[in-house]
């Protein structure tokens, strides 16, 4: 194994940024013991001598069941917390929640999306006892919770340990969890079946442990076969995407895998470079760890805003950034030009029913209204899950568009089914807005957040449901900040909160919008088409330009990414304009 030998210290002795400083006197990962010690610290003082005077009306104000003893405790318990400390905690998925008061986030990481059914009832259980009684399906296939108390998080963690959940390096600077197609191994279509290269990848950074838990920044991988690449490769800082060709000597059509390096979102977004190779299944495991050490051992480490393997793909460009990969694995590459990026990668997840390529099965694939879920609905997907496809092949997936998939389903029962998932709110019938709208936190619980999210998402979904009818998937990215959580860069319709002056007010929020973003050989990312749209009229300015593309579309055929290229900016923010928008300044 290549053992870690990174030094925070840049080259020639440059200032580091403190979160380096942070790492470098603890590791994250030894804030394990850490977590339990603060939260058995004996409460003593009143809430008067550890909060200001504005935070604790704030804390009155905004936090839910603010006199309960268990949430005053937490709050006690909290402020012993270091400010060190609360970055390391981040190694295990935890961050605090708006008001940074009390209470607590804690992503749990699926990689794959990949949940058996007592693994779902688990999450379940403990998104109704302690989470408020709902979870977000995130865009990296994960759950996130909320309103969680230091106490609760001490017995949440063990208890997704017994079924083989962990949160460990779902946030931090570390590998995140390990995004795949919710279908791999079942989709008759794929090109080949990564689920058990996406598992390989995930252990090995899990059971590698420090090896891996001091990057520069965050580490995301991406690893399926999908012929629809829904797993987006290229925005990750691996991306393995499924590839057939026909082997240059012997003729014969072989499958693997291509790499692309150094995507990803954010403010200063880039795609990855595709390292023009053809990869064996095998192979997988080494590479993506060759990838890690190169982002571990010269990553920069001086700004935090520089910090991401994409600046230093940038600046190396691919074959240099292959040629220290080949000398990391001890092994070259078999080279490939054809081999660069995904061929085709369309806005779509797996949603609806369709058979799998094992016979007589079938998927199904749900909708998840903003990627919100129930506890009831949690539990009750995993029994209906196991009363149709059995405990022992019964599979529940996240997707990265934040919606539910069901496999192994048998093909007679699946009519059957779809009416019970009715039952319990989780219709696969449901218009193509809902399973094509994503969104992120926003400012209920989000510290980065600008505008609110969740529940604007809600009202513009209602909206076009109820007003525009479409007969083709157009992705929607309701995102509350510049970091992309929910990518709108890379959307047909990407909404960036903003704030603006509207009638008189000031700091009102608004959206940015965003038009034509893709992925595939064509990789685009979304063009400003209107900077400030206020949030109360957006609905109505995204039905004006899907009305104008279903009436103005060559035929239908052409996307709505072909539309906005083929027709002028202005004309594009002239069917988002509306009468009120006179009144923005």
């Not at 004996?42 to 604790?56: G, I, N, Q, Y």
């Not at 905004?62 to 318990?77: F, L």
């Not at 807005?433 to 979904?461: D, H, M, Y």
Request: charged content about 25%; some cysteine; overall charge neutral.
């Amino acid at each position: 194994m290549n053992t870690p030998t990174v030094s925070a210290v840049p080259a020639g002795g440059r200032k580091i940024n403190k979160v380096e400083e942070i790492k470098l006197a603890k590791d994250g990962l030894d804030v394990w013991d850490d977590i339990f010690r603060y939260a058995r610290a004996e409460v003593t003082e009143p809430l008067e001598s550890l909060l200001s005077a504005k935070d604790l009306e704030t804390y009155r104000r905004t936090v839910p069941h603010c006199d309960a003893p268990e949430v005053i405790r937490s709050a006690s318990r909290r402020a012993k917390i270091t400010e060190e400390d609360f970055v390391r905690l981040r190694w295990f998925g935890i961050y605090q929640q708006l008001p940074n008061l009390c209470h607590f986030m804690l992503r749990i990481r699926i990689p794959n999306g990949f949940l058996n059914v007592d693994q779902l009832e688990a999450v379940a259980t403990i998104v109704e006892k302690y989470a408020s009684g709902f979870a977000d399906i995130t865009t990296r296939q994960c759950f996130q919770l909320h309103y969680l108390t230091l106490e609760a998080l001490t017995e949440i963690l063990p208890h997704l340990e017994k079924v083989g959940l962990v949160s460990k390096f779902a946030c931090g600077d570390t590998p995140r969890n390990v995004v795949g197609c919710p279908l791999a191994g079942c989709l008759a279509a794929e090109i080949i079946d990564a689920s058990p290269a996406a598992a390989a990848v995930n252990q090995m950074f899990l059971d590698g442990n420090k090896e891996f838990s001091n990057f520069p920044r965050k580490f995301k991988s991406a690893v399926a076969g999908c012929h629809l690449h829904c797993h987006q490769p290229q925005i990750n800082d691996i991306g393995v995407f499924g590839v057939r060709r026909v082997h240059p000597v012997s003729g014969h059509e072989e499958r693997g895998f291509g790499i692309c390096v150094g995507g990803g979102l954010s403010s200063q977004p880039y795609i990855g470079q595709g390292l023009r190779a053809f990869v064996q299944e095998a192979q997988l495991p080494a590479v993506a760890r060759g990838v890690a050490h190169i982002f571990r051992d010269h990553g920069y480490r001086e700004k935090r805003t520089r910090a991401r393997l994409k600046y230093l793909v940038a600046d190396w460009g691919w074959q240099k950034f292959r040629d220290y990969l080949e000398a990391d694995i001890g092994f070259k590459l078999e080279h490939d030009d054809n081999i660069a990026a995904p061929e085709y990668a369309p806005h779509t997840d797996h949603l609806g029913s369709g058979p799998q390529k094992q016979p007589g099965l079938s998927y199904i694939g749900v909708p998840i209204e903003r990627g919100r879920i129930t506890a009831e609905q949690l539990r009750a997907a995993a029994q209906i899950a196991r009363s149709f496809a059995g405990v022992d092949k019964a599979r529940i997936a996240l997707s990265n568009k934040q919606n539910l998939l069901f496999v192994n389903i048998p093909t007679g029962r699946v009519e059957e089914m779809c009416k019970a998932l009715d039952g319990v709110g989780l219709t696969p019938h449901a218009p193509l807005w809902r399973g094509n709208l994503v969104s992120c936190t926003g400012t209920q619980f989000c510290n980065l957040a600008i505008v609110e999210t969740k529940a604007r998402a809600g009202r513009i979904l209602k909206y076009l449901e109820e007003n525009v009818e479409i007969d083709t998937p157009i992705m929607v990215s309701v995102t509350g900040c510049p970091n992309s959580c929910a990518q709108y860069q890379v959307a047909d319709i990407g909404l960036m909160g903003v704030v603006c002056n509207f009638r008189g007010q000031r700091g009102t929020e608004a959206f940015q919008v965003m038009l034509g973003g893709t992925l595939g050989a064509d990789a685009a990312f979304a063009k400003v088409a209107l900077k400030k749209v206020p949030a109360d009229l957006v609905h109505k300015s995204i039905a004006q330009i899907v009305q104008a593309y279903k009436a103005n579309r060559t035929d239908e055929d052409e996307t709505f990414r072909q539309f906005v290229l083929r027709n002028t900016p202005e004309q594009l923010a002239q069917w988002l304009n509306i009468p009120e928008m006179a009144e923005v300044n």
